[in-house]
């Protein structure tokens, strides 16, 4: 059965047209999908994402431990600083991507809802040492408040000064009485927030927010904007351009990919492996010259020849064309190299670009 977030009622309020996404109701758009994009990027919105899974770890061994579970380098985290990182399997393949913030008393794990029982299940099975893991996923509410104008509308309701978080920083602030915690991270290229509420003081938080945005012209923003928003920048999604079939190098995310870091972790091996063998396919970005919308599971062809599956396309609002992302033959990914998409029976010409597609943003 479909669970309602802590703000399921403002999104009936607003007219959301509400959706089953990761196992909870979440609106899909409220007043459309290419005028929330638009509000993002160019003053603020507010997104619900307490469908992703919150998982927390404690004890004296909690660093190593979550130091093994992923790929990047736990060990090197300062006090508050948060993380984009994978957990993978031992042939490379990914569980999922997530947030580590190493927070005072805890590590707090932020992952995929779709994918939280399984993380869990994954991160019980490799217990060990002094660590005990809580999952506080349904305990807690999650707002993303992202924009350009996300710090002058937050400002207004914290008493720190929020332009010394930097970016991947975090902090616990007291808002009207009520303490969050609140991150400068986000998943659409713009500046902006997360906080992490206990699900008691959820509305009062939403409504303050939107009070204190109003001169700024807030907006709620639902599950489209999101993917569009996350697509123009090239952000994988799990599920569809990560999975457990796929590694983090295949998908481009060498980045968080630390195979020299003291600690082994779990899928190191193999992952070394492949990075000396050079992977035998790369996540591409495409940009479509034809004037037709990629989508999910159109074919790829390179010379006429199937070469892969677009893993997630759509129209790009900010970019005015169709964009979209798949993998091919690591021999086929240079960028310039000229493809066709496979578009409802027929053939639109293509082309590899440079990423992300949209490169304004006021956070990259």
């Known amino acids: 059965m479909s ?8 999104h009936i309020e607003n007219n959301g047209q509400i959706v089953e996404f990761a196992g909870h109701l979440l609106p899909m758009y409220f007043k459309g999908i290419v005028h929330e994009h638009r509000t993002v990027r160019t003053q603020v919105g507010v997104f619900d994402v307490s469908h992703m899974g919150r998982i927390e770890i404690y004890g004296s061994d909690r660093i190593l431990f979550v130091d093994r579970l992923t790929t990047n380098d736990v060990t090197k985290l300062k006090e508050f600083q948060v993380q984009y990182s994978t957990m993978c399997l031992p042939n490379g393949g990914i569980i999922d991507d997530l947030l580590v913030y190493n927070l005072p ?9 779709a994918r939280c029982n399984r993380d869990l299940q994954w991160i019980t099975e490799n217990k060990k040492g002094d660590v005990e893991i809580i999952d506080r996923t349904s305990e807690i509410a999650q707002l993303a408040i992202q924009g350009p104008k996300a710090e002058q509308v937050m400002q207004k309701l914290c008493s720190i000064n929020l332009g010394a978080i930097d970016y991947y920083r975090s902090a616990f602030v007291t808002i009207d009485n009520i303490k969050v915690l609140i991150s400068r991270t986000g998943y659409t290229g713009e500046d902006g927030f997360e906080i992490y509420v206990d699900n008691d003081f959820a509305l009062r ?6 009070d204190a945005g109003r001169e700024f012209g807030i907006e709620p923003i639902g599950l489209g904007a999101r993917d569009t928003l996350r697509l123009e920048m090239k952000y994988c999604l799990y599920g569809s351009d990560i999975t457990e079939d796929t590694t983090p190098l295949e998908a481009g995310l060498n980045f968080i990919v630390k195979l020299d870091k003291a600690n082994t972790f779990i899928g190191q091996e193999a992952l070394r492996k492949i990075k000396l063998e050079g992977p035998k396919r790369k996540l591409i970005g495409f940009e479509m010259i034809d004037s037709m919308i990629p989508r999910s599971q159109y074919y790829i062809l390179v010379n006429g020849i199937e070469a892969g599956k677009v893993t997630s396309g759509n129209w790009g609002p900010s970019v005015q064309k169709g964009i979209g992302m798949g993998y091919v033959p690591t021999e086929f990914s240079v960028i310039g190299t000229e493809l066709e998409i496979v578009c409802r029976g027929k053939l639109a010409k293509a082309k590899i670009v440079s990423t992300p597609f949209y490169k304004s943003g006021s956070r990259k």
């Open 105 to 113: 008393t805890h590590i707090l794990l932020v992952v995929n809802g």
């Open 3 to 10: 669970r309602r977030t802590p703000f399921y009622e403002r």
């Open 205 to 210: 938080i939403w409504d303050m927010i939107f």
